[in-house]
Structure formats: C-alpha cells, structure tokens
C-alpha cells in the first residue's frame, strides 16, 4: 500500500478536495460570523426593506429590512451548529448502543433490534415533524429531534462491523488475556469499526443540515429572528411572484453547497477508507 495513500485518491478525485475545501470554508465562515457579517443579522430596517443586491446589502434585504447576507452568514453558524451536535450526539449514542448489542448477543440484542425496527418504520422526517411539534420549537429540541431520527442508523451500522470483528483473532487474544466487555469493545473492537462509520457521519452531516432546514421552513425548528437557513427560505417563498428572488435563492444556495460539498467529501472517505480500493 503507498504511504501516501489518501492524498493519492484526493488528487485522483478533485471532487473530494472540493468537498472538503468547501466544507472548510463554511466552517471558517460560521466561526467568524460577527467579522465578516456587513449588518446585525436581527436589525430592522424598514426603509430599506426588499432591496435588490447591491453594494451596500450584497445579498439584498428582506421584508423588514434586514441584511439578507449578514443573515446567510449567521445562518451558516447556526445550522452547522445543528447539524455538528446531532449528528455526534446520535454517533455516541447509536454507536455504543450498537456495540453492545452486537457484541453481547441474547435478549439484548432482540429487544434493541426491535426498538430501532420501530422507529425505522415512520418515515424519518415524519417523526421528526411530529416529534418537534410535541417538544416545541428552539435550538435545542431540533438538535435531539435530529438526532434521534439518525440514532438507528449507528446502531445497525455499527452492531454489523460489531458482529463480524468480534469473531476476529484479535478479538479472540482480547478475550483470552482476560479482559472485560466493555474494555474488549471500546478499546479493540471499536477503533477498527471506525472507518465505514465515520463515512456514515460525513453523509449525515448533509441529512442534518437539510432536515434542520426543512423544520424551519415548516416552522417547527429555530425561532424566528435567529437566523437559519430553512427559515429565511419560509420568509422568502412569500414573496417569490413578486420577483424578489434573493430572499430564496442565497439561503436556498447555502444549503445545496452544503450538502453538496459534505456528500462529496463522504465519498472520498469512503475511497480512503474501502480497502478493496487500496494498493
């Protein structure tokens, strides 16, 4: 195998660079909103409301008269925010769950297998309407209803690769020298189950962001008026006949880049990572 390995595939794959180059970006951009932002994101303006794009509000105003880019910028922070927590909240959880599960077997494994077999059959993004319209609206609701829709997926994902490495000889010394359970799964089994797993976080990454997103716009995520991207996409629609298509289309923009750029970076993990691609 060459040593320099991944940064072969990255240069083989342009695409992957791209994806991360701009996952990066919009990383930078969350963390320094408050220096690149023109406007505070919440200021109102009413006499400048619904301005084109210009050089004095690069992305237009809204119907209050806020800065539609300052708003995009602070969006980006909170949505990124969103998708980040989720999304390792329902790592740590899914994964342990199915870890154990996978490694101890036995009623366990059944009585975990059929709780996940339950929430997997609602249609992901009905349960997390219906979840976030019984625990309200705010930042901290979408976060767990996100969350737990992804829960399910780490469990099946990770008692798989469980159930397979832990047969493995390594896996076998382990258990041999006497070491415990859950010092056999967290510390051996775990580390090398990590690959298509941390692939599978890149893919939700864009999955949380979209579904944060899709709860704003039916009203059921952020309150307004922190910014997030959804919501502006809400405010927006309403003024789409009347040709005011920046309100739409920059926070609609943020969010197919985003998904874009962070399903292409998983792809190229899942290059680095498959070892039948490797040399």
């Known amino acids: 195998q060459r040593l320099d390995y991944p940064l072969y595939l990255i240069r083989r794959n342009p695409l992957t660079l791209f994806g991360l180059a701009v996952v ?35 992305f237009g105003t809204d119907q209050y008269g806020r800065d539609v880019f300052s708003r995009v910028v602070y969006a980006c922070r909170m949505d990124l925010f ?36 339950v929430l997997m059959a ?21 976060i767990y209803v ?36 859950p010092v056999i799964i967290f510390s051996h089994l775990l580390p090398n189950c990590l690959p298509p797993l941390l692939v ?25 008026p922190t910014p997030e991207w959804g919501s502006m996409i809400n405010e ?7 040709g005011k298509w920046w309100l739409f289309a920059f926070p609609g923009a943020a969010i197919f880049v985003t998904i874009l750029a962070f399903n292409l970076l998983a792809d190229g993990l899942r290059d680095i990572f498959d070892p039948r691609l490797r040399w």
């Open 82 to 117: 969103i998708a980040l927590t989720s999304v390792g909240l329902a790592f740590l959880i899914g994964t342990s769950i199915g870890a154990i599960s996978g490694y101890y077997g036995g009623l366990l494994d059944v009585f975990s297998m059929r709780v996940i077999e």
């Open 236 to 242: 927006g629609m309403g003024f789409m006949m009347a």
């Open 122 to 142: 609602f249609p992901p993004f009905i349960l997390a309407m219906g979840m976030a319209a019984a625990l309200g609206v705010g930042t901290a609701n979408i």
């Open 200 to 224: 599978q976080v890149a893919l939700n990454m864009s999955w949380a962001i979209l579904n944060a997103a899709g709860l704003s716009f039916i009203a059921l995520g952020v309150r307004p």
């Open 146 to 181: 996100v969350a737990l829709i992804q829960i399910p997926i780490y469990v099946r994902l990770a008692r798989a690769e469980i159930l397979s490495a832990k047969e493995r000889p390594y896996a076998e010394a382990a258990r041999c020298v006497g070491n415990p359970g």
């Open 24 to 58: 990066l970006l919009f990383v930078l951009v969350g963390a320094i909103a408050p220096w690149i932002a023109t406007h505070d994101p919440k200021a109102t303006l009413p006499i400048h409301a619904l301005e084109p794009p210009s050089s004095r509000f690069l």
